[in-house]
């Protein structure tokens, strides 16, 4: 199983990006499918989720109203779009799979991408 994130970048404050997580050797529409980030000398954070085939959704509140998670099952890919960028959402973006079918709150990855750096500035 391999997960690959790609479209990350540089960016300037209130510009876009949509990040794409790509799967070999899983099916993404059949599991909840997360993304997390990781800011330099910050925590790994949680901040986006959507269940299995075409579910729900859920965002952390620090992303809430600006980012959108979707999926294309027939790509097997599952973005986040990125509006609205602020230079606190400068960090490495990962997405990240449990194997449940449902978002659980950012439990216990089985399978983690290597990430793609975005960064926001002038």
């Known amino acids: 199983v391999q997960l690959v994130e790609s479209g990350g970048g540089l960016v300037e404050p209130g510009g876009s990006l949509r990040l794409s997580c790509a799967a070999s050797g899983l099916r993404l529409d059949h599991y909840a499918i997360s993304w997390f980030r990781q800011a330099p000398g910050k925590e790994r954070e949680g901040i986006s989720c959507?269940?299995?085939?075409?579910?729900?959704?859920y965002y952390a509140d620090s992303v809430k109203g600006r980012f959108t998670i979707s999926r294309d099952n027939a790509k097997n890919t599952v973005y986040l779009q990125m509006n609205n960028l602020q230079p606190e959402d400068t960090a490495v973006y990962y997405c990240?799979?449990?194997?449940?079918?449902?978002?659980?709150?950012?439990?216990?990855?089985?399978?983690w991408g290597k990430g793609a750096l975005v960064t926001v500035s002038l």
């Open positions: 990240a799979t449990e194997l449940a079918y449902y978002c659980s709150g950012w439990g216990r990855m089985e399978y």
């Open positions: 959507i269940n299995k085939g075409l579910g729900n959704t």
